[in-house]
């Protein structure tokens, strides 16, 4: 193992070890296995579709990035469909409201930070916009405490410090490999 390698794995176990410590497991209730299953599956499909990206951009280079988030889009509003018409719920109040909700969700929150983060990975080392991604629980973290008052504790803390020591340790990185590149 070179001290590459080692280097990436001490960085990934600094990120994955504040992580822990942000995300507290040991306060979750798992009297519902559901949702716990549901989010780790969630996780692990985001992770599979950071691969197929990487790999389609290895092999067509030229993709345009607006055409695969739209059939993404597309193949997701067909999936989500069918769930929508098997699961059980309330019927809709169509208000104004839920249209600018679901334009909202649909066009800013899904297709444009879609957008984005393929043009990441498209740009950068899979293993770098990877650990970039830790940045939204230390934002979720930190904005609950600026805008809703509530006090991370000693161990939520930690966990951001963690986070923030490995996205930095990261980043010094990425700098010295550009920097041994124009030597």
Not at 3 to 28: E, H, K, M, T, Y
Not at 96 to 107: E, M, R
Not at 123 to 134: F, Q, V
Not at 168 to 178: I, P, Q, T
């Amino acid at each position: 193992m070179n001290a590459c390698d080692v280097g990436n794995i001490s960085r990934f176990l600094i990120a994955a070890f504040g992580l822990f410590l942000v995300l507290q497991p040991w306060q979750l209730d798992f009297s519902s296995m559901k949702s716990a299953m549901l989010a780790i599956l969630s996780g692990v499909s985001w992770g599979a579709s950071a691969i197929v990206a990487k790999r389609l951009y290895a092999r067509h280079p030229r993709v345009d990035l607006l055409s695969l988030t739209s059939w993404q889009m597309l193949y997701a509003a067909l999936v989500m469909s069918v769930v929508a018409l098997l699961v059980p719920q309330r019927e809709i109040d169509w208000q104004p409201t839920v249209f600018w909700a679901l334009a909202y969700s649909a066009i800013l929150a899904t297709a444009l930070a879609w957008s984005l983060w393929l043009f990441v990975l498209k740009n950068l080392p899979a293993s770098i916009a990877s650990l970039s991604t830790l940045a939204v629980p230390v934002c979720g973290v930190l904005f609950s405490w600026w805008l809703l008052g509530e006090n991370p504790g000693a161990v939520e803390g930690s966990g951001i410090v963690l986070i923030v020591l490995a996205l930095a340790l990261v980043s010094r990185k990425k700098k010295e490999a550009v920097s041994v590149k124009r030597i």
